[in-house]
């Protein structure tokens, strides 16, 4: 079965903190999909990034980072230099290679304190 | 602008009435998901149609249902609401079968009072 566990259910840190956000994943499978959004205040799911399995490499976008291990089977996202615009629950997700759906982890709220 | 529309933003309505969410996907997509975000169950999965056709269930109650249409709009229409039905309802589109070319809406927020 698949499954996202996100452990940190509420983070705040100050102002230019640098903030990481864990994700660990369950699946039998061994092509998958993992993914960040972002959820400000407003509601909206906002995407911030997608790897496929294959594909190990950290990524940085920005202030952004992400960190997958698959021997760890975790997918963590870093904030550098935290900013009041980063305050929001961020979601990570699991969806199969060919699949139909999304399994969200419970999301971890960050606010960031100016 | 994410391309995927849903209507109506809000919604506030009373305990046993039936309400309908509708959304448009993203141009040339075919397959639409249906997820409800509350507070107590979190982001899940509802159902899936894919160029009119049903694909995929998740946690779907008895009381709720959903259509594709022609166009690929889809509707999920809601009833004998109950106040735990009170939720943030996302749809999201996708070109293929698969999740990985997702595009979420901007969601309909419902209250039920």
């Known amino acids: 079965a698949q499954k996202v566990t996100q452990a940190q259910t509420e983070i705040s840190v100050v102002e230019k903190e640098d903030v990481t956000l864990d994700c660990v994943y369950e699946?039998?499978?061994?092509?998958?999909?993992l993914f960040w959004y972002k959820q400000p205040p407003s509601g909206e799911l906002v995407f911030l990034i997608r790897?496929?399995?294959?594909?190990?490499q950290n990524e940085i976008s920005g202030r952004y980072s992400w960190n997958f291990q698959k021997s760890t089977s975790s997918f963590n996202f870093t904030i550098t230099a935290s900013q009041v615009v980063d305050s929001a629950v961020y979601f990570c997700?699991?969806?199969?290679?060919?699949?139909?759906?999304?399994?969200f982890g419970t999301g971890t709220s960050l606010t960031v304190i100016p | 602008d994410s391309g995927v529309t849903q209507t109506p933003k809000h919604l506030i309505t009373a305990t046993g009435q039936r309400v309908t969410l509708r959304c448009s996907p993203r141009?040339?997509?075919?397959?639409v998901y249906w997820y409800q975000q509350s507070l107590d169950q979190g982001l899940q999965f509802l159902i899936q149609?894919?160029?009119?056709?049903?694909?995929a269930k998740g946690n779907i109650l008895e009381r709720f249902s959903a259509q594709q249409f022609p166009d690929l709009h889809s509707e999920l229409n809601l009833s004998s609401l109950e106040l735990g039905d009170s939720a943030l309802y996302f749809c999201?589109?996708?070109?293929?079968?698969?999740?990985?070319?997702?595009?979420f809406g901007s969601g309909t927020r419902l209250t039920v009072v």
């Open positions: 999201a589109s996708s070109g293929g079968q698969g999740a990985s070319g997702y595009t």
């Open positions: 699946t039998r499978d061994t092509t998958y999909y």
């Open positions: 790897r496929n399995s294959f594909d190990e």
């Open positions: 997700a699991l969806s199969e290679y060919a699949g139909n759906q999304f399994y």
């Open positions: 141009s040339g997509d075919l397959s």
């Open positions: 149609y894919y160029n009119g056709e049903e694909r």
